[in-house]
Nanobody
Framework: QVLLVESGGGLVQPGGSLRLSCTAS????????MGWYRQAPGKQRDLVAT???????NYVDSVKGRFTISRDHVKNTVHLQMNSLKPEDTAVYYC???????????????WGQGTQVTVSS
């Protein structure tokens, strides 16, 4: 079984910063792309940023220059550093990863449980 567990959400004032982390655990053979998505109330879940196994990153236009995605390959962890936060960044943030299981030797797509980020004064 593979699990993704996020941490680091919370309440922050506009212009502030937060760092989200997501760690994959379980019977893991390898991890391919990892990413972060977000879902605001009443809206669909949207892509925020992704990072490949070779550390190539990609961002949605609205967060470019403010958010940075990074990986720790040894700890099976992906981070999202969020700076200059705006009220419109308020959402539940979900970690996502393509993980090859050591047990089944198949690659599946996995989601974390989500962590709330609220940007408000």
């Amino acid at each position: 079984q593979v699990l993704l567990v996020e941490s680091g959400g919370g309440l922050v004032q506009p212009g502030g910063s937060l760092r989200l982390s997501c760690t994959a655990s379980g019977t893991i053979s390898s991890i391919h792309a990892m990413g972060w998505y977000r879902q605001a109330p009443g809206k669909q879940r949207d892509l925020v940023a992704t990072i490949t196994s070779g550390d190539t990153s990609n961002y949605v236009d609205s967060v470019k220059g403010r958010f940075t995605i990074s990986r720790d390959h040894v700890k099976n962890t992906v981070h999202l550093q969020m700076n200059s936060l705006k009220p419109e960044d308020t959402a539940v943030y979900y970690c996502n990863a393509d993980i090859r299981s050591l047990r089944t030797i198949r690659t599946g797509n996995y989601w974390g449980q989500g962590t709330q980020v609220t940007v408000s004064s």
